[in-house]
Each structure stands twice: as C-alpha cells, then as structure tokens.
C-alpha cells in the first residue's frame, strides 16, 4: 500500500489529486444530467447524443495541438487556473438555463463546443503538469494514481447524480458542477512553484510542427499512438452507449443509468489501482495486449442479456480499459523527451478524444438504426482487429530482439560479475 500511494507523498501532487477528485466528480455528475437533458428535450434521440459528443470534443480536434504548444511555453500552472475559471462560468450559465425552464438543445450544442474549447488547452496542459508535479522517477506511479483518481471521481459522481437529479432536479447537480471547478483552483493556488520539477527553459519558441516531427522519428511512440486512435474512435464511446443501453435495453430509470456507469467506472479505478505497481516503460506487447482484451470484454457486454449481467461486464470492461490507457499513456510519455511532452500529449489528447466526434457520429447513426447493442459490438470488434494487427506486426520484428534482450541480460550479468562482457545493443534501433 505504501508503494501503491508513493507518490501522495509530495504535497503539490496531494493538492491536485485532492482538487482534481471533486472537480471530475462534478464533471461526471455534469455527463447524467446532461445526457438526461439530452434525451428528454429529443425523444430518446441517439443521434442529438452523438452531435452532443461530437461538438464537445470537435474543437480537440483543431485546437489541441496549439494547446499543446502553450503548454510547453508558457507555465502550466496559470494555464490550469485560467482553464478551470472558464470552464466553470459556462458550467453556470448553463446550469440557470436549465433552472429557468429556458433551456433549448442549441444551447446544449453551445455548451459542448465551448467546453470542447477550452478542454483544447487544458487537457494536455493537465497530462504533462504531472511531470512537473512529481518528477520522472514517480511519473509511473502519478500517472497510474490519477488515473485512480479520476475513476473514483466517476464512481462517485453518477451515483451520486442519479440521487440528486431524482431528488433536487438537474439544475441543481449542474450548479454543483459549476462550483466543483473552484475545488482545482484552489489547490492550484496552494501550491509552492518552486518544488515543481520544471525544466530548462527553450532557447527558441514552443512549435507545432517540432513536436509533429519528433513523433514521427521515434517510431516506438508512434505505434501506440495508432492502437491509441482505432480503439478512440470505435470503442471508447460509452458516453454515447450507456444511457442508450440503459434506455432503450433495460428500460432503466435515471438512477439504473448513474448505476450502470459507476459499475464501468468501479472497473476503472480497480484497474488503476492495478497500474500503480507499475515502476517503468510498459512494453509494446503489453500495450497491445491491453487493447485485445479491452475489445473482447466490449463486444461481449454488448450481448449481456440482463442489467445485472450489463453492469458485472461493464466493470470488467472498465477494468480493462484502464489498463489499455494506461499503458498506452506511460509508453508514449515515458518515452518522450521533457522539452516536447506537452505537444507529445497534445498529440496523444488530439488521437484519444479528439477522434471521439468520429466515432460519435458513426456510432450514434449505428445505434439510432440497429439499436444500442450495436455500438458496443462494433467498438469492441474493431479494438480486437487493431490489436490482433499490432501484434502480427510487433511479431513481425521478432529477428531483433534477441540482440534488444541480450543487451537487457548483460546489463543485469554486469552487476554480478565486473568481468562480464557482451556485445553491445545497436545504437541505432529504435526502443520497441
């Protein structure tokens, strides 16, 4: 347990963790109650659900990168407070829409796009703050921990909506929300600058196009970064999925909805918690083998014949989707050079969600016509052929890694025996 929570032993990582789990729980309380919002002004529509996905996370897919680049310009720190300021002020001036009976679903698509905006800047700026936070030697474990985190955050969080909304109405859950926002800014506030492990200044200004390059030259971040972009677009839609299944299936109240997704987020946070063990680089089996069994646990809680069968798959389905995320993450940001991280995330940000509008699209239209079932049968089935692909073509590189694992055995020989002496690893490959 102390391994587990190590890196909660640093206090400005303390802070953000403390005001990062009430700021996404009001998030995921925000997720119910405007789904339900959602639902109510358009009939059961899955498609208005899957142009609510996709407005929010369109403008990730114009501006993330340039939010990357401020990132790695400009201090991170100002850069959060500013995000959370702003996304908290539209979080208000939609909760008295809907408080005042005035709300429309235009004003729902307002909403998504400006929260879409301003997640541009602040998710990558987030994501790369961490290393900042606690250092290369505890990224691991932060970034496994924040993960925890936030999935505690979404067990909560709909439960606790499901409660409220049934209770106070959906206005009240979206002030909450709003005022969750100031939770992160306080920590933020609280925090000493000077024990941040910030590096070295850049002799030139931050750019894109740098960034772009440098992934395209370490083939090893790359690969990740493509399983990384299938899975996104067909399989990670359970935003779109659940309150359909939920529905439109099960026939389930908004309550059995919140339920369904704690159950998907109880899988999560165990699987974080799994990660946190965690102390290096994941190998790219590993990262692969994470996104097979993502899909076929997906694909298979699209057959759940019952609620209760839904809700047991969907945390195993959680579970494995952490696990995916994880080690996709702490591949391409363990491997990434510190003066490029922030436009590294950006980039992993622009893949991971912002191809979400794609798939919401697709997905949307697929179950508005075939029924809900079906969005989780093509997600999980394309996560499966991605990852079936990747590892066709990691085997491909099998001829060597004798070389690679000779090296890492030599090494470990080294420590033993001085006298030892082995031929050294290629200078020139490329870490797998």
């Known amino acids: 347990m102390k391994g587990t929570f190590r890196s909660l032993s640093v206090r400005n990582f303390r802070l953000f963790a403390s005001g990062q789990v009430v700021s996404v729980a009001g998030t995921w309380m925000m997720v119910v109650a405007q789904d339900w919002v959602v639902l109510a002004l358009t009939g059961d529509s899955g498609a208005a659900l899957g142009t609510v996905t996709s407005l929010q996370f369109a403008p990730l897919l114009l501006l993330t990168l340039y939010g990357g680049r401020l990132a790695d310009r400009y201090n991170k720190r100002r850069l959060l407070i500013g995000t959370n300021l702003a996304s908290g002020v539209l979080a208000l001036a939609l909760a008295l829409l809907v408080l005042t009976g005035e709300v429309r679903l235009g004003h729902v698509y307002l909403f998504a796009l400006g929260l879409g905006a301003v997640n541009a800047v602040e998710v990558p700026t987030r994501m790369s703050f961490v290393s900042e936070l606690v250092g290369a030697e505890l990224l691991p474990n932060a970034s496994a921990l924040s993960a925890a985190y936030f999935n505690t955050a979404r067990v909560v969080g709909p439960a606790l909506a499901g409660l409220l909304i049934a209770q106070a109405g959906i206005g009240q859950v979206m002030l909450l929300n ?255």
């Open 178 to 432: 709003a005022a969750s926002y100031l939770a992160t800014v306080v920590a933020l506030r609280r925090m000493r600058p000077d024990e941040l492990h910030r590096g070295a200044p850049q002799g030139a200004p931050a750019r894109v196009v740098d960034g772009l390059r440098y992934v395209t030259s370490r083939p090893d971040v790359l690969a990740p970064l493509a399983l990384v972009a299938v899975v996104g677009v067909f399989g990670m839609n359970f935003q779109l999925t659940l309150p359909l299944l939920a529905k439109t299936v099960f026939r389930s109240d908004v309550t059995s909805f919140g339920l369904l997704t704690t159950a998907l987020a109880a899988g999560s946070l165990l699987g974080a918690f799994a990660t946190t063990a965690r102390r290096g680089r994941p190998s790219s089996a590993t990262v692969a083998g994470s996104a097979l069994a993502f899909g076929l646990l997906e694909t298979v809680t699209g057959w759940a014949p019952t609620y209760p069968a839904a809700a047991v798959l969907l945390a195993l389905t959680g579970f494995a989707t952490v696990c995916f995320a994880q080690a996709a993450n702490q591949r391409v940001q363990l491997g990434s050079d510190p003066a490029y991280r922030g436009r590294v995330m950006a980039l992993y940000t622009l893949i991971f969600q912002g191809v979400t509008p794609l798939g919401a699209l697709l997905v949307g239209g697929l179950s508005e016509h075939l029924g809900a079932r079906s969005g989780l049968y093509v997600g999980g089935l394309a996560s499966v052929a991605v990852a079936l692909v990747a590892m066709a073509v990691d085997a491909s590189a099998i001829p060597g890694r004798p070389t690679e694992r000779r090296g890492r055995l030599c090494a470990r020989l080294r420590k033993g025996d001085e006298s030892m002496t082995c031929q050294p690893v290629p200078a020139a490959r490329a870490p797998q």
